[in-house]
């Protein structure tokens, strides 16, 4: 089974530093994986994604994702943190199963920008 | 825009009730999904559904069952609802394909006293 792994429960960063929230992959073939964001007692919201080609994503609200095949990584960025980042982030695989596709999430990293 | 509703934002059942939960997305997607979201355990996968009338057994199907007459409509149900099963729920549908992203609804905050 595929998997993902969140290796930081939170990250603090100060408005303005640039920001990482790690995630690492385990598959079997092609990786296709995912960041979403949820803000407070909302839904999960689609960010980016990477399915083939460059190793850079770019996505939604000036995140971007780094896909490394050889550290088996996809850790999500922003040049320049806000206070309206902070949200909890999660790290997805996609997966086939037996009549369809599945994502397998990781366990989330609650990400707080402070001033 | 795609739009994933779910029927109740906020619920409160007691011990032994049935409960249902209703998803309906408006994208004609093949795919959808019910999860239950609680802390530190992130998103785990209950039940999915990749076509009319086909389901799938998530990670922790124990005490859920579902129901998809409709292609826009999955529903979750809990035949005896018990208090380990206060959660959040979040429902979610996609294009079938690796390569499509998911798309949630707002979530019900589910309380069984």
């Known amino acids: 089974a595929q998997s993902v792994a969140q290796p930081e429960d939170q990250v603090n960063v100060a408005e303005g530093n640039p920001l990482t929230v790690k995630c690492t992959y385990s598959v079997s073939g092609n990786p296709y994986l995912f960041w979403y964001v949820q803000y407070p007692n909302r839904g999960l919201q689609f960010l980016l994604k990477y399915i083939t080609g460059d190793n850079l994503v770019k996505g939604s609200y000036g995140f971007e994702a780094e896909f490394n095949k050889s550290q088996t990584s996809f850790h999500l960025k922003k040049p320049s943190a806000l206070v309206s980042d902070s949200a909890l982030y999660f790290c997805a695989v996609n997966e086939l199963t037996g009549g369809g596709n599945k994502l397998t999430f990781g366990t989330g990293t609650q990400l707080k920008v402070e001033l | 825009d795609v739009k994933v509703t779910q029927s109740s934002r906020y619920l409160v059942k007691r011990t032994g009730e049935k409960v249902f939960l209703e998803c309906v997305q408006d994208?004609?997607?093949?795919?959808m999904f019910w999860y239950r979201q609680d802390p530190g355990l992130g998103l785990r996968l209950i039940y999915f559904?990749?076509?009319?009338?086909?389901?799938e057994k998530g990670d922790i199907p124990e005490g859920y069952s579902v129901s998809r007459e409709k292609k826009e409509r999955f529903s979750l149900i809990l035949e005896s609802a018990s208090t380990n099963q206060t959660s959040m729920y979040l429902c979610a549908s996609s294009f079938r394909g690796l390569a499509h992203e998911q798309y949630f609804g707002p979530g019900t905050r589910l309380t069984v006293t």
């Open positions: 559904s990749y076509d009319v009338k086909m389901k």
């Open positions: 994208m004609d997607h093949e795919n």
